[in-house]
Nanobody
Framework: QAPPKESGGGPVEAGGSLLLSCSASGYPTKWAYCHGWVRQRQGYEREEIADIDNAQQTTYADSVRGRFTITKDYVKDMVYLRMTNLKPDDTAMYYC????????????WGQGTLVTVSS
């Protein structure tokens, strides 16, 4: 199965916005996979920041709630993360992740896309 593939990262100024995209066709909805976004900031543990299930229920980490929005195109198996009001502390490698919907643990990640927020 092809791993998720992220795109859309890059440099952005504090207060700005970015849209990350993920092709998750290797772990499709029709095979009962759900998806989320995980980030790795320097000096921090890997952090699960957003998740969406196949009933469109979303969950967010406290660190991003109200600023980030996860959505999914269930037909195309594309997962998106709209990030707004970005802060320098959001600088990280962002990974799209897949899990079996019946489990809470992600089983596959993409290679990540780097987001760099400057002050």
């Amino acid at each position: 199965q092809a791993p998720p593939k992220e795109s859309g990262g890059g440099p952005v100024e504090a207060g700005g916005s970015l849209l990350l995209s993920c092709s998750a066709s290797g772990y499709p909805t029709k095979w009962a996979y759900c998806h989320g976004w995980v980030r790795q900031r320097q000096g921090y543990e890997r952090e699960e920041i957003a998740d969406i299930d196949n009933a469109q229920q979303t969950t967010y980490a406290d660190s991003v709630r109200g600023r980030f929005t996860i959505t999914k195109d269930y037909v195309k198996d594309m997962v998106y993360l709209r990030m707004t009001n970005l802060k320098p502390d959001d600088t990280a490698m962002y990974y799209c992740a897949a899990r079996r919907c019946r489990d809470r643990t992600y089983i596959r990640w993409g290679q990540g896309t780097l987001v760099t927020v400057s002050s």
